[in-house]
């Protein structure tokens, strides 16, 4: 099933401003709420597809990403362009920090951070993001590439299993909030008892406190090292494209969700083609003889070599066109075209027998581009050159 537009989701206008899309996904969160509308499975469909568009929307990259792509350069990411699509509700729920000033602003009314907890209050940490450069020849751009990138980054603690404590036994059921990672407050009003929820300030919200850390990273639960990440790479990507792999950025302290990494596109420079879009441009130098006469040359495409078939009479400034041998667009059958421009090279230097041949030919009518009045013929100018 196709996605819905992100602005559509919202109910905003294509150029709505950042406040705007906030207050427009603030109204949808609490519309949608898991904790507003128990049991109703539409509701929480609702409720992330809201989260997923405000996640794009209100990141000034990925919305110009999406205004320029649309959903194809999320489709055609290595691995979740985005980042919208791979979300969890501990994603959705981490949003409200920006929204509503500090958590869910159900948290108080409905029981608190549902979706958040996975049983009770308990805070999942989540990793940083990583950025790297993947350099690529336009051959790589125009039929996809995997590339093999050895990533230095947090990675979990293998000696802890990334928990941050020496052994099991080290663990300890926090005190203060009994291991749910909350506490909760009860309040009368005058409209009755309220009841308000907040992160275990000993804890931090983890629902337990480690009595003994481990020796290798300290009870980070994370240690620096290298992972070598295979990268999938759709045909049709440009410069400065940025995709993003899900869970491949550093990891979280103590088992939480690791972050993404973003990969920025960067073109190599090809020796003779040039990319304009999906079209490819060629400038091919043929000298006057051939031009005249016509004649049949091999041109560089990036599938390999093609024929091309010069027309006696050419004139320098034609652009042949090669059907299909551009670049592709992304998650698209389309491709581009490879443009051939016709540039008429003229020999700077001629024997006398070259010299005297074109001078015969000089006075033929049909050596004559139809000069104006005051126009010397091609075959004029060029005796004056030589001269």
């Known amino acids: 099933m196709a996605k819905r537009d992100y602005y559509d989701i919202l109910g905003v206008a294509k150029g709505a401003s950042a406040d705007e899309v906030k207050k427009a996904y603030r109204k949808m969160a609490i519309k949608y709420h898991p904790d507003k509308n128990p049991g109703d499975k539409q509701a929480e469909d609702n409720f992330k597809e809201a989260a997923e568009a405000y996640e794009v929307l ?74 790297i450069k993947v350099k690529l020849t336009l051959e790589e751009i125009a039929n996809g590439a995997e590339k093999k990138i050895k990533v230095n980054k947090q990675v979990s603690c293998k000696t802890c299993d990334g928990t941050g404590a020496k052994d099991k036994s080290a663990f300890q059921t926090c005190s203060t909030c009994g291991g749910s990672g909350a506490v909760r407050r009860v309040t009368n009003t005058i409209l009755g008892q309220m009841q308000t929820t907040s992160t275990c300030p000993t804890c931090n919200g983890e629902g337990n406190v ?61 020796e ?11 400038d091919l130098h043929i000298n006057f003889v051939d031009a005249a ?61 070259e010299r005297e041949t074109l001078e015969k030919l000089q006075g033929s009518p049909n050596f004559k581009p139809n000069p104006g009045k005051n126009e010397k013929s091609f075959f004029e100018r060029m005796k004056e050159y030589f001269e």
């Open 272 to 282: 003779t083609l040039k990319r304009d879009g999906n079209n490819i441009i060629y």
């Open 58 to 131: 209100s990141n000034p990259e990925k919305r110009q990403r999406y205004d320029q792509f649309g959903h194809a350069a999320n489709a055609g990411s290595a691995g979740g362009g985005y980042g919208g699509g791979g979300m969890d509700m501990n994603d959705i729920f981490s949003q409200f920090g920006d929204i509503f000033g500090g958590g869910s602003p159900f948290e108080g009314f409905f029981g608190g951070g549902g979706g958040r907890q996975g049983g009770g209050g308990r805070r999942v940490a989540r990793g940083s993001n990583l950025r």
């Open 210 to 270: 480690i009595t003994s850390k481990c020796n290798v990273c300290h009870g980070d639960g994370v240690v620096r090292g290298e992972e070598t990440i295979s990268i999938n790479i759709p045909a049709g990507v440009s410069e400065g494209m940025q995709l993003s792999m899900s869970g491949k950025g550093n990891a979280a302290p103590r088992g939480g969700v690791p972050g993404d990494l973003i990969i920025l596109i960067e073109e190599i420079p090809h």
């Open 293 to 353: 006469l016509g004649s049949s040359v091999e041109v560089p495409t990036i599938d390999g070599k093609a024929k091309i078939k010069i027309d006696p009479g050419t004139q320098g400034g034609k652009i042949l066109r090669l059907k299909g041998k551009g670049v592709p667009e992304v998650n698209s059958y389309h491709r581009g075209d490879q443009l051939v421009h016709i540039n008429i090279w003229t020999p700077k230097a001629l024997s006398r027998e």
